[in-house]
C-alpha cells in the first residue's frame, strides 16, 4: 500500500446501468483484482487522458471550492 496520506473518497455516484453492463464490471473488477468502483475510477481517468482532459486540473478545482 502507498506510503502518504490516504484517499477519502467523499462523492457518491449511482447509476443505472443494464445487468449484462454489471455483470460485465463484476467480471472485469475481479479479474484485475480491483473492486468495482477502483474499476470504474480507472477506466474514467484512462478515458480522460485519452481525449486530452487534465484531471489533476480538476482536482485542484473542486479542493479550492
Not at 449511482?14 to 480507472?42: C, Q, Y
Amino acid at each position: 500500500m502507498p506510503l502518504g496520506k490516504p484517499k477519502l473518497k467523499t462523492a457518491i455516484m449511482n447509476l443505472r446501468v443494464e445487468p449484462r453492463i454489471k455483470s460485465a464490471a463484476e467480471k472485469a473488477a475481479k479479474k484485475a483484482h480491483r473492486s468495482v468502483t477502483s474499476l470504474i475510477e480507472v477506466l474514467v481517468l484512462e478515458y480522460c487522458e485519452k481525449i486530452g482532459i487534465d484531471t489533476a486540473e480538476i482536482t485542484q478545482l473542486e479542493t479550492r471550492k
